[in-house]
Antibody, heavy 117, light 111 residues
Framework: EVQVVESGGGLVKPGGSLRLSCAAS????????MNWVRQAPGKGLEWVSS????????YHADSVKGRFTISRDNAKNSLFLQMDSLRADDTAVYYC??????????WGQGTLVSVSS | QSVLTQPPSVSGAPGQRVSISCSGN?????????VNWYQHLAGTAPKLLIY???NRPSGVPDRFSGSKSGTSASLAITGLQPDDEADYYC???????????FGGGTKLTVL
């Protein structure tokens, strides 16, 4: 069974850092690009970051460029999102997504990140 | 303001047909870039409904169909069921922004 399970969310103060993790199972992790997508309270979905299957190519939305870094550990079937200089408008549920934009897209349940003093 | 434009809400009675539009421009849907549709029930993981404009993943009922023409796309749902009540999002790629983009989402209410 395909599974992607996010963890690492929580409450953090503005300017702080948080590292999200996504544990993948049930599929060949090394064959797929991976993504982070977020949804702020009462808002729609927003693409955050993407990483190629081998980790050699990384892409970030302008809203997080320079503050967030996507990475992966293919040996451990894991995806990460390092979030620095967090702001209140980064508050959202963060979803780990396999192969967004393709026929094999698969979403996790999400992890909540709250940025507040 | 989302790059792709969707109506905030649509509604229909059980058994009826509804359509959800998704409007873009020449940098995304008109590039031409494929459009995908996702169904998001509150508190659950979003689910792929339609990929590459008009293709259904296995397990998605044929009551759901997609189409695309120029800079616009639409999702049609026939034989509405109460379980269809959810938020629906279109998604594509924008070559000017070099970014994956979503519509603002459409809330479907089954009356």
């Amino acid at each position: 069974e395909v599974q992607v399970v996010e963890s690492g969310g929580g409450l953090v103060k503005p300017g702080g850092s948080l590292r999200l993790s996504c544990a993948a199972s049930g599929f060949r992790f090394t064959s797929y690009s991976m993504n982070w997508v977020r949804q702020a309270p009462g808002k729609g979905l927003e693409w955050v970051s993407s990483i190629s299957s081998d980790g050699s190519h990384k892409y970030h939305a302008d809203s997080v460029k320079g503050r967030f870094t996507i990475s992966r550990d293919n040996a451990k079937n894991s995806l990460f999102l390092q979030m620095d200089s967090l702001r209140a408008d980064d508050t959202a549920v963060y979803y780990c997504v396999r192969d967004l934009g393709s026929s094999s897209a698969f979403w996790g349940q999400g992890t909540l990140v709250s940025v507040s003093s | 303001q989302s790059v792709l434009t969707q109506p905030p809400s649509v509604s229909g009675a059980p058994g009826q047909r509804v359509s959800i539009s998704c409007s873009g421009n020449d940098s995304n849907l008109g590039a031409p870039a494929d459009v995908n549709w996702y169904q998001h029930l509150a508190g659950t993981a979003p689910k792929l409904l339609i990929y590459a404009n008009n293709n259904r993943p296995s397990g998605v009922p044929d009551r759901f169909s997609g189409s695309k023409s120029g800079t616009s796309a639409s999702l049609a749902i026939t034989g509405l069921q109460p379980d269809d009540e959810a938020d629906y999002y279109c998604q594509s790629y924008d070559i000017s922004l070099s970014a994956l983009v979503f519509g603002g989402g459409t809330k479907l209410t089954v009356l």
